[in-house]
T-cell receptor
Framework: DTGVSQDPRHKITKRGQNVTFRCDPI?????LYWYRQTLGQGPEFLTY????????KSRLLSDRFSAERPKGSFSTLEIQRTEQGDSAMYLC??????????????FGPGTRLTVT | DAKTTQPPSMDCAEGRAANLPCNHS???????VYWYRQIHSQGPQYIIH???NNETNEMASLIITEDRKSSTLILPHATLRDTAVYYC???????????FGTGTRLTIIP
């Protein structure tokens, strides 16, 4: 399967702990995105990278959140000092952005985080 | 980005065409219409997008009105596996984030 993969698929953690999620995009895609989805809502944008450069961050991405894409391939999303409000599905997507104005994104299966 | 309006839910009989409407009356000239769907407990799946002309691919057809203020996604022969939440999103070049609303929950009935 050559789609977007995410690891782990499920994570249960206690409030105050740190967690890290990994996303492996489709290999030839240069853009990578993180979204968060809570129950009953559509996904909300968090941040995106072009290669290794982080180009935009949402206001939703508080100081406790950090994302990296060190070599322009896989990406990690870390949440420090987790809170119950962080419980959500964290989705990763990638796209083969060419600058032509069209930007279909391909999503992974998500990591479901539960903070107890 | 232009705001979109979709019905919260729709039913369609298996084997029939499912027609999902989307209103985007404030769309501007350089904004594309994208459709994604999300099957329960999975990540969203890209379906199709268009700017002005009607588009068709192996999954669906997208019909955009001449004034571009609304569009319809057509699944020509709906199957039970098409049961999902369908999102209509309008976005323009240079705006990389997708802004999802609450979409239309489509239920295919056997």
């Amino acid at each position: 399967d050559t789609g977007v993969s995410q690891d782990p698929r499920h994570k249960i953690t206690k409030r105050g702990q740190n967690v890290t999620f990994r996303c492996d995009p489709i290999s030839e895609h240069n853009r990578l995105y993180w979204y968060r989805q809570t129950l009953g809502q559509g996904p909300e944008f968090l941040t995106y990278f072009q290669n290794e450069a982080q180009l935009e961050k949402s206001r939703l991405l508080s100081d406790r959140f950090s994302a990296e894409r060190p070599k322009g391939s896989f990406s990690t999303l870390e949440i420090q000092r987790t809170e119950q409000g962080d419980s959500a599905m964290y989705l990763c997507a990638s796209s083969p952005w060419t600058g032509a104005g069209e930007n279909e994104q391909y999503f992974g299966p998500g990591t479901r985080l539960t903070v107890t | 980005d232009a705001k979109t309006t979709q019905p919260p839910s729709m039913d369609c009989a298996e084997g029939r065409a499912a027609n999902l409407p989307c209103n985007h009356s404030t769309i501007s000239g350089n904004e594309y219409v994208y459709w994604y769907r999300q099957i329960h407990s999975q990540g969203p799946q890209y379906i199709i997008h268009g700017l002005k002309n009607n588009e068709t691919n192996e999954m669906a057809s997208l019909i955009i009105t001449e004034d571009r203020k609304s569009s319809t996604l057509i699944l020509p022969h709906a199957t039970l596996r098409d049961t999902a939440v369908y999102y209509c999103i309008v976005t323009n070049f240079g705006n990389e984030k997708l802004t999802f609303g609450t979409g239309t929950r489509l239920t295919i009935i056997p």
